[in-house]
């Protein structure tokens, strides 16, 4: 997992730059996970120009400005419209033609926009699943919640790939076999294994 680790780790430092958000004190392994955040910045969201009591903190985002924050400042970073283009036309001596990025139809598919790794998703999943049907929210439900579900799904995901790995015997062997160890595996107490894979004891 020590490469694998290294990957979930860039992905979380590139999550916490588009969020501004940092993660701390965390911790994944076989048997748990946990962890912390906060936001890096002590500073609010939006400044009332007149009155700073009705200064807006992450902890008081929510609703309709949260969708707002959230559509104008993380989505156009993480997804963006389907590519389309309209048949070619000979008009005037030249072909034309039309193209563009759609608003309306997102295109998710393989898209990781934070490190090109499929961990990404983990981290951006809640902010998707919020974007497609944020009226269902509770009305309380803030830009703190949001992200707290980010960086759960995030570690637990983590999690679970650990457990994964060491729980699942044909997932031991796939990876032995795609970094070519079957030759190289050893006993507990040192001893090479010099028989075929399948038939450890």
């Known amino acids: 997992m020590e490469a694998y680790g290294a990957d979930y780790i860039s992905t979380m430092k590139s999550f916490g730059d588009l969020t501004n958000t940092e993660a701390?004190?965390?911790?994944?392994?076989?048997?748990?996970?946990?962890?912390?955040?906060?936001?890096?910045?002590?500073?609010?969201?939006?400044?009332?120009?007149?009155d700073y009591d009705k200064d807006i903190y992450p902890n008081n985002l929510c609703g309709k400005l949260l969708f707002r924050y959230i559509n104008n400042n993380?989505?156009?970073?993480?997804?963006?419209?389907?590519?389309?283009?309209?048949?070619?036309?000979?008009?005037?001596?030249?072909?034309?033609?039309?193209?563009?990025?759609s608003r309306v139809m997102f295109d998710y598919g393989d898209n990781f926009p934070l490190t090109g790794m499929c961990y990404d998703l983990y981290l951006l999943k809640p902010i998707i699943d919020y974007y497609n049907a944020w009226c269902t929210y509770p009305e309380?439900?803030?830009?703190?919640?949001?992200?707290?579900?980010?960086?759960?799904?995030f570690f637990k995901s983590?999690?679970?790939?650990?457990?994964?790995?060491?729980?699942?015997?044909?997932?031991i062997r796939e990876e032995l076999h795609h970094?070519?160890?079957?030759?190289?595996?050893?006993?507990?107490?040192?001893e090479a294994h010099a028989g075929p894979l399948n038939k450890i004891e």
């Open 140 to 153: 309380g439900f803030s830009l703190e919640d949001l992200m707290g579900q980010c960086y759960d799904n």
């Open 179 to 190: 970094n070519q160890y079957e030759g190289q595996l050893y006993y507990e107490n040192g």
């Open 158 to 171: 983590w999690h679970e790939e650990y457990e994964h790995w060491v729980d699942d015997e044909d997932a």
């Open 74 to 101: 993380i989505m156009p970073r993480i997804i963006k419209g389907r590519y389309f283009s309209t048949p070619c036309k000979y008009v005037d001596g030249k072909y034309e033609y039309k193209h563009k990025y």
């Open 24 to 50: 701390y004190g965390w911790e994944v392994g076989y048997t748990r996970y946990d962890f912390r955040f906060k936001f890096k910045y002590n500073d609010p969201i939006y400044c009332h120009p007149t």
